[in-house]
């Protein structure tokens, strides 16, 4: 990191990075130690051995150690003996308890002032009280949700669901970043979709914004009319393994599009996990025996991949260039289902077949 970087500036990076977790960044058990110089170490905390460490500020679960001095993250009169730009620092992950003061008050009014966030309105005192203690993160919401032409900004997000709410103020940055990654690829009202999900399918979007993203893409070029409402309907196991191989899926939407597949993903997502694991492992082999497919005049080449026999599909796949010129020349031949005519020959009849391709075609050709 560069060095002229502030502390809160590099804590901006690791929240965007990161989960927030009660209150502290962590990773899993591990805390996030700011050296001098802008440098950043991970320390394991909570049992084991502790090691010295000599930087500057040193992030824990429940304090924070500022140049020797450790401060509770619960004491709202913490701040008072802070240097002014260390505050900003313990506010951004604080218990809620230690913003209980005037000092605090004060620095979320100057903000929104900033920010043109008009508090007076607000009449609900567990919603005034969320948006003080939240500052950061609501500012970051708004200033999104002017970016994306909601007007006025502020009040369109403190009429969302109470729980919808709090979901997107504890990931302003992740839902922030969905909304704007949403807007960018064609949706022009993005916060109204988003809310439309159950509050489980939101959180899991939220977090996994890069990969429903990629997806939403996908589904866009292959002319889906509304990506992301396919993504919501679809069963949570299934859009977990969506995500987690979206690389093959990706492939597979456009090859079975390409063949003239309706609805690809809704055909990718009810095939067998066996089957799809073999599609995945060998999906390099499968999508050249789906161009054969319809070279060789099969009416629905996807269905008649999907349909073949284990061992015939990875034998076509182990020989997939012998057995394609095999059918290729059999199609050619007036063979109207060249797979049925090599089946017929048993696995090692295929084998001899396909080890001597040059020799078969020839006799095929010939008659």
């Given at each position: 990191m560069s060095t002229n970087r502030n502390l809160?500036?590099?804590?901006?990076?690791?929240?965007?990075?990161?989960?927030?977790?009660?209150?502290?960044?962590?990773?899993?058990?591990?805390?996030?130690?700011?050296?001098?110089?802008?440098?950043?170490?991970?320390?394991n905390v909570g049992g084991g051995r502790s090691t010295s460490i000599s930087n500057s500020i040193l992030i824990g679960d429940k304090e924070i150690q500022i140049n020797g001095h450790t401060y509770a993250l619960n004491d709202p009169t913490a701040p008072a003996r802070l240097p002014e730009e260390h505050r900003e620092l313990f506010w951004s992950m604080c218990a809620a308890e230690a913003k209980d003061?005037?000092?605090y008050r004060n620095h979320v009014n100057k903000?929104?002032?900033?920010?043109?966030?008009?508090?007076?309105?607000?009449?609900?005192?567990?919603?005034?009280?969320?948006?003080?203690?939240?500052?950061?993160?609501?500012?970051?919401?708004?200033?999104?949700?002017?970016?994306?032409?909601?007007?006025?900004?502020?009040?369109?997000?403190i009429n969302i669901e109470p729980n919808y709410l709090k979901l997107m103020i504890s990931k302003a940055y992740n839902t922030s970043e969905f909304l704007s990654k949403l807007y960018e690829v064609g949706y022009k009202d993005p916060l109204a979709l988003i809310l439309s999900s159950n509050l489980e399918r939101l959180t899991y979007l939220v977090d996994k914004r890069y990969e429903a993203?990629?997806?939403?893409?996908?589904?866009?070029?292959?002319?889906?009319?509304?990506?992301?409402?396919?993504?919501?309907?679809?069963?949570?196991?299934?859009?977990i393994h969506l995500f987690e191989h979206r690389y093959e899926f990706?492939?597979?939407?456009?090859?079975?599009?390409?063949h003239d597949c309706?609805?690809?993903?809704?055909?990718?997502?009810?095939?067998?996990?066996?089957?799809?694991?073999?599609?995945?492992?060998?999906?390099?082999?499968?999508?050249?025996?789906?161009?054969?497919?319809?070279?060789?005049r099969y009416a629905n080449p996807?269905?008649?991949?999907?349909?073949?026999?284990?061992?015939?599909?990875?034998?076509?796949?182990?020989?997939?260039?012998?057995?394609?010129?095999?059918?290729?020349?059999?199609?050619?031949?007036?063979?109207?289902?060249?797979i049925n005519y090599l089946a017929r020959l048993g696995t090692n009849g295929m084998i001899t077949v396909f080890g001597n391709r040059y020799d078969y075609v020839k006799k095929i050709e010939q008659g």
């Open positions: 809160l500036e590099i804590l901006n990076t690791i929240n965007n990075t990161t989960a927030i977790q009660g209150g502290s960044i962590s990773i899993g058990n591990r805390s996030i130690v700011i050296g001098n110089g802008g440098n950043v170490t991970i320390r003061s005037e000092l903000k929104f002032k900033e920010a043109n966030i008009n508090l007076e309105n607000v009449n609900n005192p567990e919603l005034k009280s969320l948006i003080a203690n939240n500052a950061n993160d609501v500012i970051k919401l708004v200033e999104c949700f002017r970016k994306l032409n909601y007007s006025p900004a502020f009040n369109v997000l993203i990629e997806i939403i893409k996908k589904l866009a070029e292959i002319r889906y009319q509304n990506p992301l409402q396919k993504l919501l309907s679809i069963d949570q196991n299934k859009l990706g492939e597979f939407l456009k090859a079975f599009y390409n309706s609805d690809p993903l809704s055909k990718l997502l009810n095939i067998d996990s066996n089957k799809l694991n073999q599609l995945f492992n060998h999906r390099y082999e499968s999508i050249e025996l789906l161009k054969c497919f319809t070279r060789v996807v269905q008649t991949l999907l349909d073949l026999d284990t061992t015939i599909f990875l034998l076509f796949c182990g020989h997939r260039y012998d057995a394609i010129e095999i059918m290729n020349a059999l199609s050619s031949s007036g063979i109207q289902d060249p």
